[in-house]
């Protein structure tokens, strides 16, 4: 067998985010609900559009002359293969790879690395990424900036996981050293690039940092405040985990979104014979976490210590990095509640007012939305973050194609009854979005806004479903699917339609060029291309791949292809979009004998999670 048949998903840890931690009545009542839709009027609804784009792709081959996606798709037998493989019309560079120092003359990689190395270099388990152009502002609502010109500035990047077996060469820490070395592999990395030529380089800059579990951070926004989050030990907020994908906002910040926090968390029974609370339990809480045994060393990951009682409602939250200024700490914005956050799609919407679209990763977890009081330019003037103030919902999603946003907010009676005010709601808002009703997705991981104002989501499987609901229409949900909805009133109403986008399955026909399973990173660039990335056991013996829809025409084509038993996610651009960034997550599953990317093929080195600098070699825009 291949190594990239017995490849499952990037979260191969544990069960992490196949677990199901929703055991609501509302999801058992939801699943019983959507008995009364009929796959087949959903599923011949998709079938419908897809046989239209079908006949549209062969009329935009025919008749376009600058076709949106033009590229020559890098074909299915080659997409196999141990090293990326690209577009013939593209190149990619590697850059950042794992352990290389933040500052050029930090300390050099070695493996494996120190403690104390290891929190001066690139960390592992590279996912959400974005880039800030140190030469041009950000003007207005225009979240890109058109300068080709741009050719410095600030590249951050995620850091989400990294096994023990990787990181650190065995499975199990055996010392405190051992622990913080694993911790300060995950975080957020922020480093300042400049282009040489045509090359892109890592410079010496004084605000390059990282940022990883111990890290001091604060809290802002309903939570601030809160007893949920104060410990008996009363400890300094620290540190972020198992940052996945991520978002910016109009005001030149980095969003950094934690998603799998609770596999940090164990419990060590030294103290006491803990047994998760129902809260702790829908957060998936468990007494060995996923194995990293931090609790056995670290005292705050003990879930049996009661000095540390709260430390896990820390974590889940969205968290806010100035990649512009190092002196800043890393703020969680806890008004966009605590869930595992996969990613914050953000866009301006109404009245200028800030909006937020993002997923809780996990089988039958929920799409929510935040939208901030007020124009966002009016509360920075303010000195109030748009983050800190405004309204949460969680999706439900209805048969008809309408759906609605249902606020959590402790003035809801339903809620009332369960929290004693808007703090806890927060804090536990997959608990509140039960009682609400919410719609059980198929775990929803990237979401992009696209310019015509529709909103893109995958729902990357769910092999668990034995119910349909109508937007999760799949039983089971093997490979995965993408859905758009369009908000009424520009993104900041309660109503909205939706639709079933593009369904991975029927990519899979004997000739199809472009099959692809288990959609995950996403974007929508401004001329109507939709990126997917994968995360999951492609069809054909493909790597994970990251693809170009023709959002119109719905023309897919293969750029990209990664290396075995890696996850390719994230992605990012330079305002003239000449240059992309995309990751390479744990290559190999840090198994040397599978592939030693980005080193070339010799069996030994260990592969390292690393970024490619993608362009075209015409120099012109990436994606077409
Ligand atoms: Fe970190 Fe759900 O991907
Ligand atoms: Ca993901
Ligand atoms: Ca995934």
Redesign the pocket.
Known sequence: MKPNEVQT???YLNDH?NQIDNQSDNYRFNALLAVCCSRRSVLKGSLMVAATGFLSDSAAANTSVNPLVGFTPVATNVGNGRMPAIAKEYQYEVLIPWGEPIQPDGPAYQYPPSAKNQAQQIGIGHDGIWFFPTEVAVKDNNLLVADSETARGMLVVNHEFGRNETVLGREQPESLEDVRTSQHAHGVSVVEIVRQGKKWVRVNSKNARRIHANTPVRFSGPVKNSALIDTPSRNAPLGTLNNCANGYTPWGTYLTCEENFNGYFGASNRENDWVPSPEQARYGLRKNGFGYGWHLFDPRFDLSNTAFQNEENRFGWVVEIDPNDATKKPIKRTALGRFKHEGVAVTVGKDERMVAYMGD?QRFDYVYKFVSTESWKVMIKKDISPLDEGKLYVGKFNEDGSGEWLELNVSNPILAERFPDQASVLVYARVAADLLGATPMD?P?WITVAPTGDVYCSL?NNNKRTKPNPANPQVPNKDGHIIKWHDADAHVGSKFRWEVFLIAEESHSENSEHTYS?P?GLWADPDGRLFIQT??GQKKGLNNQMLVVDIKTKEIRRLLTGVPGD?ITGIAVTPDRRTMFVNIQHPGRGDPTITNFPAAPDGVTIPRDATLVITRKDGGIVGS
Request: proline fraction near 0%; aromatic fraction near 0%.
């Open positions: 998903e990037s979260i985010d990763d775990r991981e990357t288990d995950d995360d999951g996850e």
